[in-house]
């Protein structure tokens, strides 16, 4: 049985959906009953629950704001919210941090309850299960090959993350891994690594075989990180804050050439307050909102330049979001340390040299 937590702070709507949904039909019991987010905070530390069904409008702490702090504290719930119809925008923002479904106030005699926590259950039973096969396959091969001495700090740059939302991390972490790596099990160790913590913070699940740990090369890294993009673009929801982080960093990635790519704009995608937003996306990448974004659009008019190497200022200004000609040279020679007319230079000089 599932373990279900109730929260809302009308008692009498606590009690109702209590009183007419079939729990242990549906493949739950229920855990507990609270009256707002900072109560029910405090139970989910300290009980085992699975689901908590939350109404999104609560004195104390609302139940965004419970539902963020859950993801915060990576904590492994999944989420239904209560909510009245008037009040749906806050049901779409509670989409976009990931909650399965929600259950109209007004209308809960009339709704199929039941079927909802079926679906519930069976999503759970999903979850478990890829979970537990995603372990011990990696507790298999970790069994098979073991581990390679002088790897450690490798590890530990796989586990901070920062390759994931970073290029330059990535490429950098590569360069590292391909003068350590000299084996194939030390190959396998990065490769075990970084799918073991993708597969336990992000609601992904990648598998080994898809990635040639064998070749030297290491491009597989690249795919690894690739693959976890491309399915946390496709998803809808986020399971965590890492995850809702890398949806932020996605986002803003896609919508570099656009003058309007601002905190408010990728904060409102992933459904918080620029505030919140704000704090958590420079704890989570290490860089502020601002100073990511000037970062990749710098890689990419780097970028553009490769591929157009007689480009103006102007034109590379438009491709990568600025208004401004002369703000776009000063960011530019800010973060390389030359100015973008040298920067061209030096491509075309190396494809002079290359053929």
């Not at 069904?53 to 104390?60: E, F, G, K, N, Q």
């Not at 976890?228 to 996605?250: D, F, N, P, R, Y």
Request: aromatic share 10%; proline share 2%; with cysteine.
């Amino acid at each position: 049985m599932y373990r279900v937590l109730i929260v809302d702070d009308d008692k009498l709507a606590r009690k109702g959906l209590i009183s007419i949904v079939p729990w242990e039909d549906c493949g739950f019991t229920v855990a507990g009953d609270v009256a707002n987010g900072a109560l029910a905070l405090d139970f989910v530390e300290q009980h085992p629950v699975d689901l908590v069904v939350v109404d999104l409008t609560m004195p104390v702490l609302s139940g965004l704001d419970f539902i963020r702090e859950c993801r915060a504290r990576s904590l492994k719930l999944e989420f239904i919210v209560l909510s009245a119809h008037e009040s749906f925008d806050y049901v779409q923002k509670a989409l976009r941090l990931g909650v399965l479904d929600y259950i109209s106030k007004l209308q809960m005699e009339q709704e199929d309850c039941a079927e909802i926590f079926r679906r519930a259950a069976k999503h759970l039973d999903c979850v478990k299960k890829e979970e537990k096969n995603v372990i011990l396959e990696l507790q298999a091969a970790a069994e098979t090959y073991g581990e390679s001495p002088g790897m450690d700090e490798i590890c530990g740059k796989i586990d901070r993350l920062s390759w994931v939302y970073n290029r330059e991390e990535l490429e950098t972490l590569i360069w590292e891994a391909k003068r350590a790596a000299a084996d194939a099990s030390s190959r396998y160790r990065i490769m075990f690594r970084m799918l073991h913590v993708v597969c336990q913070v992000f609601p992904a699940v990648l598998s080994e075989k898809d990635y040639p740990y064998t070749s030297g090369g290491m491009e597989w890294m690249r795919k690894i990180r690739d693959d976890l993009w491309k399915t946390m673009e496709g998803q809808q929801q986020s399971a965590s804050m890492e995850g809702s982080m890398l949806k932020a960093v996605i986002f803003m990635v896609s919508h570099l050439d656009s003058p309007e790519l601002k905190a408010e704009s990728a904060a409102d995608f992933i459904g918080m307050s620029r505030s919140y937003f704000s704090v958590s996306f420079k704890k989570y990448t290490g860089y502020s909102v601002n100073s990511f974004i000037r970062k990749e659009r710098v890689e990419l008019a780097k970028r553009i330049v490769k591929e157009k190497p007689r480009i103006s200022t102007g034109e590379a200004a438009f491709l990568t979001g600025y208004h401004d000609e002369k703000y776009f040279a000063k960011v530019f020679q800010q973060r390389e340390g030359v100015s973008f007319s040298e920067y061209k230079k030096r491509v075309l000089q190396e494809m002079k040299n290359i053929t």
